[in-house]
């Protein structure tokens, strides 16, 4: 009976042991060597009402230096734009409900729709009909995004590029911890007034061509749990269970021999 225990127990222990295939990324790639080719799109992102923006409008003197005539809406340098998400907020220009960019001297300007460049030339041409050799920046400060669940260090991240894939965003996380799935991995993502959901799988060669694989601002990366972590939290439960079963078939066994002896 003993055996039988250590048996059950060992089996137990096996099943909620993590393998190397488990613990891989992209593991059905080619193993033969030499490059693979994926088709995958980089999105634009297209700014949405209360998204914050940065803009800059500088024009030449005639001594041919750059003079500021618009930097949001601190006279504050570049450096202290970008030295917390608060500063940010402060310094740069929210979209209204109605998508609306409202810039001092350039009056408001219909963002809502179109992507970075769209608005960098759009605001190119109001300071074109007011300065002479007006040069326009534009950079979207709101670029945040949220990685929770099974990661090292779950929490909401700023990216400073123009792209970001959910690779990089897991990376900034720290990484999948032990407990969590690569082969469950949900994106949420707001779009307008609804919300998008993907399912992708971190295993898989496919995720390179997932609309998923480049993230938006404001999305949100779950790392679902294992089932090993499931398994291992179990783990007493089981292990109550076999001992349970095991004593009373011990007790019941020893009672029939006991029985069989005094009856003979």
Do not use: W
Not at 84 to 91: G, K, L, P, R, T
Request: glycine share 6%; charged share 20%.
């Amino acid at each position: 009976m003993k055996r039988v225990f250590l048996i059950s127990l060992s089996v137990l222990i096996m099943s909620g042991c993590a393998t190397k295939k488990d613990l891989a990324y992209l593991n059905n790639l080619s193993e033969t060597g030499g490059e693979g080719y994926f088709t995958m799109e980089v999105p634009y992102y297209k700014i949405q009402p209360r998204d914050v923006l940065y803009v800059s409008v500088k024009t030449q003197t005639p001594e041919g230096s750059l003079d500021e005539v618009l930097m949001s809406r601190s006279s504050a340098s570049s450096s202290y734009l970008m030295q917390n998400e608060a500063s940010q907020f402060v310094s740069g220009y929210s979209v209204d409900p109605q998508g609306m960019l409202n810039v001092p001297l350039l009056g408001e300007i219909p963002v809502a729709g179109k992507d970075i460049y769209e608005i960098r030339n759009l605001i190119q041409t109001h300071a074109d009909s007011l300065f002479r050799h007006a040069y326009v920046e534009v950079r979207l400060l709101s670029y945040k995004f949220t990685v929770i669940g099974e990661v090292r260090t779950p929490g909401t991240y700023v990216n400073y590029n123009d792209q970001l894939t959910v690779l990089e965003a897991i990376g900034r996380a720290g990484g999948i911890s032990d407990a969590g799935s690569r082969r469950e991995i949900l994106v949420v993502r707001p779009v307008d007034k609804k919300t998008l959901t993907y399912k992708i799988n971190l295993q898989d060669k496919s995720l390179l061509e997932s609309p998923a694989y480049f993230l938006s601002p404001n999305d949100v990366v779950i790392v679902q749990a294992s089932s090993k972590k499931i398994f291992n939290l179990n783990l007493p439960t089981y292990t109550f269970i076999v001992t349970t079963v095991s004593s009373a078939l011990t007790a019941t066994i020893l009672y029939l021999h006991y029985f069989n002896t005094t009856s003979n």
